[in-house]
């Protein structure tokens, strides 16, 4: 199972661009990467994913390296509410039609006025 | 985004009693729902995978004889926890797949459950 590495904490500062990485060295061909961030005592709420182009959406871009062994999430213009733990997951088996999402320990992103 | 209800959103139940948790996808259906546990400070920690119609899969680990899950109709999951003890307390998340369109998972906003 692809495995990823996320650093434990970032800040950022309101306004400004957030950029969370993420490793996935061992990620397979046919495997998607997805980011979801949860907010304290709520579910997850799912950001974007993406194969290996890269991808833009109203909340946030997605670029994946060209070797797709890392991503990064960019928060374009950060706000108090985009502090959250943000989870970078490679799907495990099935491609983009089935699996399953396993959690790893994700990026508390804590945005600072 | 899709909607994804559970209920109760909090629950507190004694020592032994069972405790049933539901989980709906209102706005599309999902053969595929799955069941998550999160301790405080911790991670989502898969439990299992429920499909409509057919017998869920559990992850390594978790029991299945205490954590029923019943997927009987294609917006409607539950989990039931019997026999609850105070080591069960905690956040229970459920999530459904959106199989049309782009496969999407989307979560409930989560139950929790305390054991005392």
């Known amino acids: 199972d692809a495995k990823t590495t996320q650093p434990p904490s970032m800040d950022c500062a309101e306004g400004r661009a957030a950029n969370l990485p993420c490793n996935h060295s061992?990620?397979?061909?046919?495997?998607?990467v997805y980011w979801y961030r949860q907010i304290h005592s709520q579910g997850p709420q799912y950001i974007i994913h993406?194969?290996?182009n890269n991808e833009t959406n109203e909340m946030a871009s997605l670029i994946i390296t060209e070797d797709r062994k890392s991503s990064t999430l960019i928060l374009p213009h950060a706000t108090l509410r985009d502090t959250a733990v943000y989870y970078c997951?490679?799907?495990?088996?099935?491609?983009?039609?089935?699996?399953?999402?396993?959690f790893g320990q994700g990026t508390e992103l804590s945005v600072k006025p | 985004g899709a909607v994804v209800s559970q209920h109760p959103s909090w629950v507190i139940c004694k020592s032994g009693t069972s405790v049933k948790i539901e989980c709906r996808s209102l706005?599309?259906?999902?053969?595929?729902m799955f069941w998550y546990r999160q301790f405080p400070k911790q991670s989502l920690m898969l439990m299992a995978t429920?499909?409509?119609?057919?017998?869920?899969?559990?992850e390594q680990g978790v029991e299945k004889d205490k954590f029923l899950i019943n997927h009987a109709s294609l917006t409607l999951s539950t989990l039931t926890v019997t026999s609850a003890h105070p080591e069960d307390s905690s956040f229970y998340i459920c999530?459904?797949?959106?199989?049309?369109?782009?496969?999407?998972?989307?979560f409930g906003p989560g139950t929790r459950l305390t054991v005392t």
């Open positions: 061992t990620i397979s061909g046919n495997e998607y």
């Open positions: 993406g194969l290996k």
């Open positions: 429920s499909n409509e119609g057919s017998k869920a899969t559990y």
């Open positions: 999530s459904a797949r959106n199989e049309r369109g782009a496969y999407e998972q989307y």
């Open positions: 997951i490679v799907r495990v088996g099935g491609g983009n039609q089935g699996g399953k999402l396993i």
């Open positions: 706005d599309f259906q999902a053969t595929t």
